[in-house]
């Protein structure tokens, strides 16, 4: 029989998040983290959360402790947020665009700004 090729989410099976193995259906197992480095593709009330899948209860604490030892930064997640912005659009962006399209303050696009710079300054000189 000649098989169709369905979208790609379809038939993927769950991958373990720590180890990587393939995780037969119905057995995942799912947590949440907090993650500043998240950032939702369309959806900014899921920013700054990662989902977890797992293998097994021991993978699945050790990825929580993990993330909970992973420093969660407002500066990186206002970064993505603004990333996300600036990707929706062909359009160079001002200052006040940002604020309109971020949901974040002036003062937070700027810090955020700065916290980039700072991140691509430690990169160059490491
Ligand atoms: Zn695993």
């Not at 169709?4 to 057995?27: H, T």
């Not at 359009?91 to 937070?108: F, H, K, M, N």
Request: glycine share 4%.
């Amino acid at each position: 029989m000649k098989r169709d090729k369905p979208g790609k989410e379809d038939v993927s099976p769950a991958l373990c998040d720590w180890c990587g193995a393939v995780i037969s259906a119905g057995a995942e197992l799912y947590s949440m983290a907090l993650d500043s480095s998240v950032i939702h593709a369309s959806n900014p009330r899921f920013d700054g959360r990662r989902f977890l899948t797992a293998c097994t209860h021991e993978h699945l604490a050790a990825l929580d402790e993990h993330y909970r030892r992973r420093p969660f930064v407002d500066e990186e997640l206002w970064a993505g947020k603004i990333a996300r912005a600036m990707d929706s659009t062909a359009e160079p962006l001002t200052l006040a665009d940002l604020v309109d399209a971020t949901g974040l303050s002036r003062e937070q696009v700027e810090r955020s700004m700065a916290w980039l710079e700072a991140q691509i300054h430690r990169l160059r000189h490491r």
